[in-house]
Each structure stands twice: as structure tokens, then as C-alpha cells.
């Protein structure tokens, strides 16, 4: 199909991209990797009068160690962070997860700052930003902002930011030692989404307890979220099999489950149990390695 009728604008600064947005409010969108957005045009399930693109802004493509934990720029590519040796060592599952999403094509074009504005309940990078703790930094506004991941993502393709904020850079906070790190999923066969993702980040004490957990899931409900029953569960705990069935079966507390033709609520339930879990035990065997 063809898209409705809009019209294009290339800024070439930051400072130029947030005045349009502040122009012309919810009437435009920015586009960044139009992986996600671009499809929903044509499909005409988004109509964006005005369409603002970000690929001429420079700097805002980078990766680089900062505090001990990574700086990314929201321009950033799939194909940049998969070949990244600071993503490998800082956060494998990272690496991983983009090697599970669509394809080559988009993953040279597509970027981690369009898939965190996207916001769509079934992609797999929120789910590892959110289990990092990630701040997502915006521009734009009436003053900068640094958002938890965990409360920037607020329903279906819905985030916390303003109509005229513009995502500039992730910030990935810096782990601690015997961190261990897994993504796994249930993916779609055709379009490769996540029906149900879990991505976990497990610290060991020197005693050999699950000291700190983040889990964060994807796919289940109408976005990205962190479930921390299942992680105050498993921390002080030791990391046992039991002990990981347990807390997976806690994972989908507080979730308002999706129900579609990829599956039942129910079914989401199950997988969010069975994938959290299998998260959880690779996180830990990862720290022993």
C-alpha cells in the first residue's frame, strides 16, 4: 500500500528537529531507522502528516564507555551494537537479542533509539533496557530528562516523553562483578517479534546467593516491564532450579496479558512462566563462566 499523503523534513541539527516538533505537536513523528514506523504507514496504520527525519542530525551515533557502563546514541544501528566489542563485554545478551531480530536489512538500518520510542509491546530491546536499568535521555523539552526505562515505557507505543522530546542518547549503568546476563524468547516465525521475551541480569554474592536480579519481559502485555515480585523473590535465595521455577511463576504478576491470534492470554502466562525461567538459570550459569 501507499501512504497518506505527508510532508518530509530533514533537519540537520538536533536543535532544528525539536523546534518542528514543537511546530507541529502530535501532527509529526520523527524517524529514525523506519523499520517500524515506515511499515505502519504504508500500511496506514499511523497517518504522520508531518514526518521528521533524524539521519541527517550528526553525533548521535556512538558507542562509548562512560561511569563504567556504556553511552549509546540514539541513532545508533542494530548492526553498530551487534559489532560492538564494548556491547559484547559490557552486555552480551544485547548481542544476542539483535541476532534474534528480523533481518540483516533491518538490522543495518534499524536503531536503539526508534525501537525505544516505537515503543512496540512485542520488541526485544526494551526488555533488556529495562533489566539493565537503562536511563533513556531526551531533548526537547522544556529542560533535559533522563528517564528509567522501567518508567518510560507506558502502554501500547505509548513512552513518557513529550510531543516535542526527542530521544538523544541510552545510557546503560555499570554492572556489578559476577553479573551474569541471558535474553530468550518465543518469537513469532514470520515476523520474528518476541510473543514473549525475558530478559534477566543476575549478580551472585561471594556466598554464592542470587544477590541482585533485574528481569524484564516483553511480548506479554501492552509494554516492556520489569518484574520485581519475581526479583524480590530470588534475591538472598540460592540459584537452584526450584528456586527459578518459583520466581518465574511470579513474573507475570501485575501484567495485563494480550490476547491475539499469536496467542491467548493464558498462553502468554505460560510462556512468561517458562521463558523467565530459562532466563534466569543461563544469567546465572553465565556468572560461573
Given amino acids: 500500500m501507499i501512504p497518506a499523503a505527508f510532508e518530509y523534513h530533514a533537519p540537520a541539527t538536533l536543535k532544528e528537529a525539536t523546534a518542528l516538533m514543537r511546530r507541529f505537536g502530535d501532527d509529526a513523528k520523527v524517524l529514525a531507522g523506519g523499520q517500524s514506523l515506515i511499515p505502519m504507514m504504508k500500511l496506514r496504520l499511523a497517518d504522520v502528516p508531518h514526518l521528521i527525519d533524524l539521519r541527517r542530525v550528526s553525533g548521535l551515533a556512538y558507542i562509548k564507555e562512560q561511569d563504567g557502563g556504556l553511552a549509546i546514541g540514539a541513532m545508533t544501528t542494530y548492526h553498530e551494537l551487534e559489532a560492538s566489542s564494548l556491547v559484547r563485554r559490557y552486555a552480551p545478551f544485547i548481542v544476542e537479542a539483535i541476532d534474534l531480530i528480523a533481518d540483516v536489512q533491518v538490522r543495518n538500518k534499524g536503531t536503539i533509539g526508534g525501537s525505544a520510542a516505537h515503543a512496540d509491546p512485542a520488541a526485544d530491546l526494551p526488555a533488556l533496557l529495562v533489566a539493565l536499568e537503562a ?13 528509567a526505562a522501567d518508567r518510560f515505557f507506558v502502554d501500547a507505543y505509548t513512552t513518557a516523553m513529550g510531543p516535542s522530546e ?5 545510557t546503560l549503568p555499570a554492572l ?9 524468547k518465543f518469537a513469532n516465525k514470520a515476523s520474528h517479534f518476541a510473543v514473549v521475551g525475558a530478559a534477566a541480569v543476575v549478580t551472585l554474592g561471594a556466598d554464592g546467593l ?34 527459578f521455577q518459583t520466581a518465574a511463576r511470579k ?9 491475539d491470534i499469536h496467542g491467548s492470554a ?4 505460560h510462556l512468561t512462566s517458562v521463558f523467565a525461567a530459562r532466563a534466569l538459570a543461563e544469567a546465572v550459569q553465565r556468572v560461573a563462566d
Fill in 266 to 269: 493464558e498462553y502468554r502466562r
Fill in 210 to 243: 542470587c544477590e541482585r536480579v533485574r528481569l524484564g519481559i516483553t511480548g506479554a502485555g501492552p509494554k516492556a516491564a520489569r518484574s520485581k515480585r519475581a526479583e524480590r523473590y530470588l534475591e538472598g535465595k540460592a540459584p537452584t532450579q526450584e528456586n
Fill in 251 to 259: 513474573a507475570g504478576h501485575g501484567i495485563e496479558f494480550l490476547e
Fill in 135 to 147: 536511563r533513556i535521555n531526551t531533548t526537547g523539552g522544556a529542560r533535559a530528562r533522563h528517564i
Fill in 176 to 184: 556489578p562483578l559476577r553479573t551474569g546476563t541471558s535474553y530468550r
Fill in 166 to 170: 526527542v530521544i538523544s542518547e541510552i
